[in-house]
């Protein structure tokens, strides 16, 4: 974090450092990333070591520091003891988190109100910690079904069953002005919020060991994942391949393709692909759909600065229902891991 701790910036950050991450998987070698992924989390500590502070004070994306303090902490001859501080932080953290009257939890401090954009941040946190710090002998099953409860209500509550695609989020509530009276959901489509949403169901069916008491899990987050993979094929738009800003208002005056969301998509069906999470009749569709998306994008979005760095045109800044979220560069660098993985 290079700012004063702000609402959005743990999520710059955890993404960074998810990004660098999966950098270094795929350049094992490489200890220049190793040592900029210690230093961001590093840097994010003071912020996220009260745990009532954390829930309170940020938004659900706070937990996306979680994976790479997971990594550091489980690091032979690494000083482990901060990081192990900061993880059981963030932990209890999703136990103090308020939460509406199905136990949904709020994404931030606008009462009721469940965003998708949360569970990338929740979801494979909450998996990795409860599989990686359970008992030896047996995983915390309750936190796991904690975890399919809220990516469940989300799917419960957005889904659009004439697209397949879900809507922002939803006010359990029903009072806010946007909430559908029946089910409390927002009525668009945003493509960043649904890409967020995406990734969180690869990122988490990687997360989950295949073994018998997560097969209860697996199933219907794979179910979730193919069902709106398909959806998502669906919606690329034809000429370009990637997706609308808004997706359910192709072509509206002041819609236009989107390229943070676009990215997303493409690194979902990428991942996807690659583990053999895709529809049985899609298994050859997803990773072209995808790499028709991540050739436009690179070849349209991608710029070339003259002092020697890249930047990313073409992304939304924020499109909250009341406005918190952040966005960096990260979400094509991860396309360009899982599209490497693939070619």
């Known amino acids: 974090m290079t700012g004063k701790g702000g609402p959005s910036e743990p ?6 450092q998810k990004t660098f991450t999966a950098l270094l998987d795929q350049y094992p070698g490489n200890d220049q990333i190793r040592e900029y992924i ?25 937990l996306s520091n979680g994976n790479a303090m997971l990594s550091l902490f489980q690091t032979p001859d690494c000083e482990t003891s901060s990081y192990k501080s900061g993880l059981e932080a963030l932990r209890l953290s999703i136990d103090l988190n308020r939460r509406n009257q199905e136990d949904g939890l709020w994404y931030y401090t606008y009462p009721y109100w469940s965003y998708l954009d949360g569970m990338y941040s929740l979801a494979p946190f909450y998996t990795l910690y ?6 030896a002998t047996a995983l915390n099953l309750t936190a796991l079904n904690d975890m399919s409860h809220q990516m469940d209500l989300l799917w419960e509550h957005c889904l659009d069953a004439t697209s397949g695609l879900l809507v922002h989020g939803y006010d359990a509530s029903r009072t806010a002005v946007w909430a559908d009276p029946a089910t409390g959901a927002s009525p668009h489509v945003w493509g960043r919020s649904l890409g967020w949403y995406a990734m969180a169901l690869v990122d988490t ?3 989950l060991p295949n073994r018998r008491e997560t097969r209860r899990y697996r199933g219907p987050l794979l179910q979730k994942f193919q069902s709106l993979a398909s959806a998502v094929v669906r919606a690329a738009d034809p000429d370009t391949g990637a997706w609308w800003q808004v997706l359910d208002q192709p072509g509206r005056e002041g819609n236009y393709i989107e390229s943070s969301g676009s990215a997303m998509f493409a690194y979902a069906l990428l991942k996807a692909a ?5 529809p049985g009749n899609m298994s050859a569709v997803l990773p072209e759909v995808a790499k028709k998306a991540y050739e436009y994008l690179s070849s349209t979005f ?13 992304t939304v800044a924020v499109c909250s229902l009341n406005s ?8 094509i660098v991860l396309t360009v891991a899982q599209y490497e993985g693939l070619t």
């Not at 230093?39 to 994010?44: L, P, Q």
């Not at 991608?302 to 073409?314: F, K, P, R, W």
């Open 324 to 331: 918190t979220a952040s966005y960096e560069v990260s979400a």
């Open 302 to 314: 991608v710029v070339h600065e003259a002092d020697g760095t890249l930047g990313y045109n073409g």
């Open 130 to 135: 409860t599989v990686t710090q359970s008992n």
């Open 11 to 16: 999520l710059q950050a955890g993404f960074t």
């Open 205 to 207: 069916l990687e997360a």
């Open 38 to 62: 210690a230093t961001s989390v590093d840097s994010v500590l003071p912020y996220l070591s009260n745990a009532t502070k954390n829930a309170l004070g940020y938004p659900l994306d706070r």
């Open 274 to 278: 690659r583990l053999g999470y895709s």
